[in-house]
């Protein structure tokens, strides 16, 4: 149980292009979604939480105009990157946990690898 | 902010070996997880630990969540070439909507066959 999917898993486009990446729980109701941006060998770095019902929360020094969030369902949010430039390319990853207030752990994606030509 | 210190940074190991890796916080969680993350994929939940003194094993894996709470540890015994990978330490508070985790910076773990 508590799988999450990332689509798409990989995403070359030019330089000015948005990008969206969707986020699905496939077993499970997610009412808080995570995304997060990791770039090589260092650790996740949270960019945004967001509810279902409402707006996003974004972490200090995340361009919420940059980083559209949606959390459209309880089974879907979505990431776009919008007019992209090669300075966004990285590793984004999606996580959900299934109730707003209880200790149940983050379940991750498996991550979208953006490069920006 | 809260800060996670997770050591080793690194670990070369021969196959069968037992491995351990711990992370301190300068704060209290109330939730101790921790992750496996392999080459361009997410992290994976290993082991979740949710009161202080808790240990707590998953086959080969077993962490502990300190009675502090500011400190969990996770031992690999016998370990395999599959275990390769980046571990990560994460702690979790809860409260009203904040369930944000805090990850230490990460586990290298080599395995030699």
């Known amino acids: 149980g508590a799988v999450v999917s990332q689509h798409p898993s990989w995403v070359i486009c030019k330089s000015g292009t948005s990008v969206k990446i969707e986020c699905r729980s496939l077993?499970?109701?997610?009412?808080?979604m995570f995304w997060y941006r990791q770039f090589p060998k260092q650790s996740l770095m949270l960019m945004a939480t967001s509810n279902e019902g409402s707006k996003a929360t974004y972490e200090q020094g995340v361009e919420k105009d940059k980083f559209l969030i949606n959390h459209a369902s309880l089974t879907l949010s979505t990431l776009t990157v919008t007019s992209a430039h090669p300075e966004d390319s990285s590793f984004y990853i999606c996580?959900?946990?299934?109730?707003?207030?209880?200790?149940?752990?983050?379940?991750f994606g498996d991550g979208t690898r953006l490069s920006i030509l | 902010g809260q800060q996670l210190n997770q050591s080793p940074q690194s670990m070369f190991i021969q196959e069968g070996e037992d491995v351990s890796m711990n992370c301190t916080s300068s704060?209290?969680?109330?939730?101790w997880l921790w992750y496996k993350q392999d080459p361009g994929e997410g992290p994976v939940l290993l082991i979740a630990?949710?009161?202080?003194?808790e240990l707590t094993s998953n086959g080969r894996l077993t962490a502990q969540f300190g009675i502090t709470r500011k400190d969990s540890f996770l031992n690999i015994s016998a370990s395999i070439p599959s275990d390769v990978g980046i571990y990560f330490c994460a702690g979790q508070n809860s409260g009203g909507s904040n369930y944000k985790l805090t990850f230490g910076k990460g586990t290298l773990l080599t395995v030699n066959p």
């Open positions: 996580s959900a946990r299934v109730t707003r207030y209880s200790n149940q752990p983050q379940h």
């Open positions: 077993d499970f109701q997610a009412t808080t």
């Open positions: 630990l949710y009161k202080a003194g």
């Open positions: 704060s209290i969680f109330n939730t």
